[in-house]
């Protein structure tokens, strides 16, 4: 058994190195399989009826999601409660804070983060990456019904970040090393999630690289307590709404802050 897992991943790894757009699209795909064969759509869709379409808490209240997200996005239910990744809630205030321009959102999924930051930040331009086109089609859907498609650039694979992105959230399942390099993000504020389950000893290599030029947090995933707005859902079904389905794998994010903006400031 332990063989034929290790081999299933090393033939996923193989296929997101030789094939990644098409690696990304089948796990786009894949992942709203299993959604469904867990019944979250339909969960997802009796919490929308009663609850509506907008993000009800968390830095990006108000954003709409766009129709059929019950079906079409992971963690659904989540991302319209506003607790979605909540242990980064208070990283993405902070660098709200510091009023970034230029921002990258790397792995940009269904547009989630991208389009709440371009809401939150309306002098910003947002630069959202993925591979997947159905992503990319999803993210530019979110930034339209919420008014900032002018203000998002969509693109397919990010070759490198440049130096003058001010801020940078990526999570791109394993490929982050190849991606984030200090010496070009110094004076970056960089979200990462960290996959050690497809690249052992990742999160450690990160700290180490960055560790010249940032102060570097290392965030955990947290349980959330949605039970008040759920409670009228039986329990099998929250505890369908809340699954972030991470098959086992440990949640970790790394949350890097340039030395340079110390105290809220930027050195020139």
Known sequence: MKIRRRMRETARTLGRRLFPAWAAERAVRYERTVRRSRGVPEVARQVSERLGSAVLGGPFEGMLLFPGFEERIASPVLKLLGSYEQQLHRPIEVAIETQPKRIANVGSADGYYATGLALRLPGAIVHAYDLASTAREMTRETARINGVAERMLVHGRCRHVRADFDLVVCDIEGAEGDLLHAEALSSTMVIVETHDHAVPGITDVLISRFAHTHDV????SI??????????????DQEIAVDEMRAGAEQRWLVMRPRSQRDGQRVA
Do not use: C, M
């Open 217 to 220: 947090d290392v965030l955990g």
């Open 223 to 236: 349980e959330t307590d949605d039970t008040a707005l759920l409670a009228w859902l039986s329990q099998k």
